[in-house]
């Protein structure tokens, strides 16, 4: 019976104690402040943007073009006596270098004979020289005595010094005749075809290879129309550069030749000419730029005025959403002048102290209030209120 009585004693007292531990919790905690407010203003990020002066870059693509091609023919006829072993197709040659060599046994002849021509000219050009000098003599000691110009041997000083001039000539050209025996380059070349060799025939305007100039290549590159814009105001002399892309791209430096100065009636596009010098390294250590190569061309146009530069994603249709002073957004209608990559040049419709919002609401609205990410200054978020009747 004791033991029973002292059993319900402690479950009395656990329960005295856990109700007294209830109490006090639910005395202590605080009531809920049922005052406060849940701001439910959207939060966006804005950007202060700056206008800039903004030089356009132009790109465009075209293919590498030898600067001229030439079909190298033979001047004199003959027998082909040698040629040089970079004279095949592939093969580069210099300026001045020999490719090749007619026999010179005739035209050797030909030069003597003339030589000997304008000898025996001079010659007689010397003795009626002498002739006329001795008939002026003679003229001289009778003054009274009207003298012909026969007598005087004018003609016949004319007709030698005549003849002199025309052996002079002839000696020229079979000099001429004589150099033309060796075929040289008339500039640094990339052979394209030879269709001559040792021992084989040639006669005068014969077709003997094709050789393309490697001292300078051009690169003809189309302009679109809304590039066309962007040009600068002399393109002549603008310096450009050749970009080869893939596995091993290069860039090498050029320069703006000319405007072709028409509109391709098939494209509606203008066509600038860029050269390149020395596009095959001969004379550095800079990469070959080989012709039928297809490159990137970059050069710079103009410079854009106080120009504003966006991401494309914040401009739609024209419209870019900032905040206002009173953190009101507020939609502004753009002018995009040009679109670079993934930007818009923006030229009007914005000022320096607008704010840009970089992510929007779900469903932007005018005059929507919001809050600005990462402001610490609370007057900037503090949300606005109106008196209420």
């Avoid at 146009?301 to 994603?313: H, V």
């Avoid at 609205?365 to 809050?371: K, L």
Wanted: hydrophobic share 45%; aromatic share 6%; with cysteine.
């Amino acid at each position: 019976m004791h033991k029973v009585l002292k059993k319900l004693l402690v479950a009395l007292g656990v329960v005295l104690v856990t109700g007294l531990a209830g109490a006090a919790v639910m005395v202590s905690a605080k009531k809920p402040d049922e005052t406060k407010q849940v701001d439910t203003r959207p939060v966006v990020e804005v950007e202060q943007l700056a206008a800039n002066d903004h030089q356009v870059l132009l790109s465009t693509y075209g293919e590498v073009q030898p600067l001229e091609s030439t079909q190298l023919a033979a001047q004199v006829t003959g027998e082909v006596v040698s040629w040089n072993e970079r004279f095949v197709a592939g093969g580069i040659v210099e300026r001045g270098e020999l490719l090749f060599t007619i026999e010179k046994d005739n035209y050797e002849a030909a030069v003597l004979q003339a030589e000997a021509e304008l000898a025996r000219a001079q010659a007689a050009l010397i003795e009626e020289q002498a002739q006329q000098d001795v008939a002026k003599d003679e003229a001289a000691r009778t003054p009274g005595v009207k003298r012909s110009a026969l007598f005087l041997r004018e003609p016949q000083v004319l007709s030698a010094k005549a003849a002199v001039k025309s052996a002079e000539a002839a000696l020229k050209r079979a000099q001429r005749d004589l150099d033309n025996c060796e075929v040289r380059a008339p500039y640094d070349a990339l052979v394209i075809s030879r269709n001559v060799g040792q021992g084989q025939f040639v006669s005068v305007g014969s077709q003997v290879a094709e050789l393309n100039n490697i001292e300078t290549a051009e690169v003809i590159v189309p302009v679109a129309g809304f590039d066309s814009a962007f040009l600068p105001q002399r393109v002549a002399g603008t310096p450009a550069t050749i970009i080869r892309e893939g596995l091993n791209g290069f860039t090498r430096s050029a320069v703006i030749d000319r405007d072709l100065g028409v509109v391709d009636s098939a494209t509606r596009m203008s066509n600038l000419v860029v050269r390149v010098n020395d596009p095959y390294a001969m004379h550095g250590q800079l990469p070959k730029l080989k012709f039928g190569s297809y490159v990137q061309v970059q050069f710079a146009g103009q410079t854009l005025k106080e120009i504003f530069r966006l991401p494309q994603e914040l401009v739609n249709n024209q419209t870019v959403w900032v905040v206002n002073k009173d953190n009101l957004l507020q939609p502004r209608q753009v002018k995009v002048v040009r679109e670079e990559d993934e930007f818009f040049l923006i030229s009007g419709g914005l000022d320096a102290d607008d704010r840009v919002v970089i992510t929007l609401p779900e469903y932007p609205q005018e005059g929507m209030e919001v809050r600005i990410a990462g402001a610490v200054n609370s007057s900037e978020n503090s949300p606005k209120t109106t008196d209420q009747l």
